[in-house]
Structure formats: C-alpha cells, structure tokens
C-alpha cells in the first residue's frame, strides 16, 4: 500500500524553503495574501483523502474554476452550441491573451484561457423554475461547486469586489467578444459571473475533491452524488489537459503527463482519470501564472506515484 501521506509530507518539507516566485499583484486582495501558505492534497476515487500542510487556509479558485463552469455549458447547450463560440485548440499564449481569438471565427481558441472562460460564462443563465422562482446564474454556479466540494461553499466578497474594480483588461476582452457577437448585450453579467466563479473559495481538501470528481467520471466520490453528465468529463479533462497550463501546457505534458489547471490564487489541480485527484495550494506564481511549489509538487507526485498518463497502464 502507498504510505501517500507520508509521501505528501516528504514534497512539503521538500519545497516548502523555496521563497521562488511572487503574488499576483494585479489583482490588489491576491497580493495580501500570506506567500508562505503551502497545502497539498489527494483524494482517490474510492473517497479516501490524504493531505498535508496548511489545510485549513482558504484560497479563491481563479482559473482552476474555467473546466467547471465549461462543464455546466455543457450540460446547460451541448457540446455543438459551446463550441460555435469557443474553440479547442491551445493557445501558446498567456492566460490574459487579447488577441487570441481565431482567425475566421472569431472564437477564442479554448474555454480555459480568460477569453474563452468569459463566453463559457456568457452562457450560464438564470433559469425560471417550475414555482417560477428564478434561480440565478451565480447561484447555479456556486450550486454546482458546492455539490462538487460536499458543503456549502461562498464567494470572497474582498477578492471578487477587487478584481471588478480593476479588471480593465477581462473588460477589453468581453467587449472584444461582444464586437465579434460570441457573447450578447450582458457582458457586465457574464464578467460578474466570471468574477465570481474566480472569487469561490475553497481550501486544499475541497479542491481535490473537485479534482477527484473529474477524475470519478462526474461522481463526487465521497457523497456518490453525480454532478457531470459522463460524456462531457472526457471533454473536460481532454481540455484541461492540452490547454490547461497555458503557454506551458507542452512543455507539461512532456515532462508531467497529467491533465492539470492552475490558477492565479496559487491553486493547481491534476486529474489522473480512474485513480485521483490531486490539489496543491501556494501563492508565489511564475511568471506563467503557476504555483512555484505546486507545480514542482505535482511533478514530484507524478515522479513518485508513476502518474504520467502515457506510462503504460497495469489492468
Ligand atoms: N481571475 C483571474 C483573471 O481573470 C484568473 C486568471 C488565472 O487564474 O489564471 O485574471
């Protein structure tokens, strides 16, 4: 049997002295933040999970929300109408890129760059219910990433309200989107929905659940609650792999081997279909936008646990 806590407890002690990278400052709350928090966490299909470091700090997702709100896109139009309006080929280029959209169509190239995650957002809507209450798209939102973490999960009021107020540069691409019609008239709706799913905290425990659950086939494996459709998990997972890591998802694949996305919080997440999930928080990013020690200990993870999805695979 895998000693998988004591492994985790070996990668924390291991990077936990690195002081490499910085905070993301351009969001002004994100650049508050303590650089020394450093949490990792597993959980396996089965529902069993292993962790380590500060597991009871909160984080806000940022950019390792885009697969799960891609995923109620999803299950809200099917894959056809998503994908007139996002594409699905990598970038090459950073997570804020504003000229990458394609040539012809206009469309961003993937749902997991800023462009694309703000049409996947456009397409989240309120939705009348049969008491004719509405339910509204940012509770459908927080709806789903609750069930996907088993608890009643909120927004960071400070984070999101910081990113709205200096946020010039989502708001040039929504109306870049808006000129080329692949988002409609409410762009202040869909950038606040964005916002939004960005400012969803979490801790490391409740993202490898999530991570967990991509990798269970839309089953949240503790509650066995399923939250995906099956079909659209390998769409998901086929994304977060080639576009994940942005302008670094080739160089990951060749020496990682694991669908992962990362976010700007310092939040990174892998999903190893079959087996598990796997969640690591530290706010020092590169240059990238990735966690410094998160993305050398999912590496040393993969290394470890023989993780690369192209290993030839035991059945
Ligand atoms: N909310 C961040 C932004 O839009 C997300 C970027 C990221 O996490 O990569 O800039």
Not at 291 to 308: H, T, Y
Request: charged letters at 20%; a negative charge; hydrophobic letters at 40%.
């Amino acid at each position: 049997m895998t000693d998988y806590k004591n492994l985790l407890k070996k990668i924390h002690e291991k990077y936990l002295p690195s002081t490499k990278g910085s905070l993301a400052s351009y969001i002004p709350e994100l650049a508050k933040i303590d650089p020394n928090l450093f949490a990792i966490s597993i959980t396996t299909v089965d529902g069993k999970t292993y962790s380590h470091g500060d597991i009871n700090s909160f984080f806000t997702l940022q950019s390792t929300s885009k697969p799960f709100t891609y995923g109620l896109a999803l299950m809200d139009h099917g894959p056809e109408f998503v994908h007139q309006r996002v594409g699905v080929e990598p970038s090459g280029e950073a997570f804020n890129s504003i000229i990458e959209l394609e040539k012809n169509s206009h469309r961003p190239f993937n749902p997991m760059i800023n462009s694309g995650a703000i049409a996947v957002a456009s397409m989240i809507q309120d939705k009348l219910l049969d008491n004719n209450e509405i339910y509204i798209r940012s509770d459908r939102m927080l709806d789903l990433f609750s069930s996907l973490c088993g608890k009643k999960l909120e927004i960071n009021e400070q984070v999101f309200l910081s990113e709205k107020k200096t946020a010039h540069r989502n708001r040039a691409i929504a109306h870049l989107l808006r000129h080329f019609d692949v988002i409609g008239n409410d762009i202040e709706e869909s950038l606040d929905l964005y916002f939004k799913q960005c400012s969803v905290e979490i801790n490391i425990i409740d993202l490898s659940q999530m991570a967990a659950t991509l990798a269970n086939q839309g089953v949240q494996p503790i509650s066995k609650i399923k939250i995906y459709d099956e079909q659209y998990i390998t769409d998901m997972i086929g994304l977060i792999f080639t576009c994940g890591m942005y302008d670094t998802a080739g160089a990951w694949a060749y020496q990682v081997g694991i669908p992962a996305k990362s976010g700007v919080s310092g939040a990174i997440f892998g999903v190893i279909p079959g087996v598990m999930g796997i969640a690591v928080y530290s706010p020092l990013i590169d240059d990238h936008g990735h966690s410094v020690r998160g993305v050398n200990a999912i590496k040393d993870i993969s290394q470890e646990l023989k993780l690369n999805i192209f290993r030839q695979q035991k059945r």
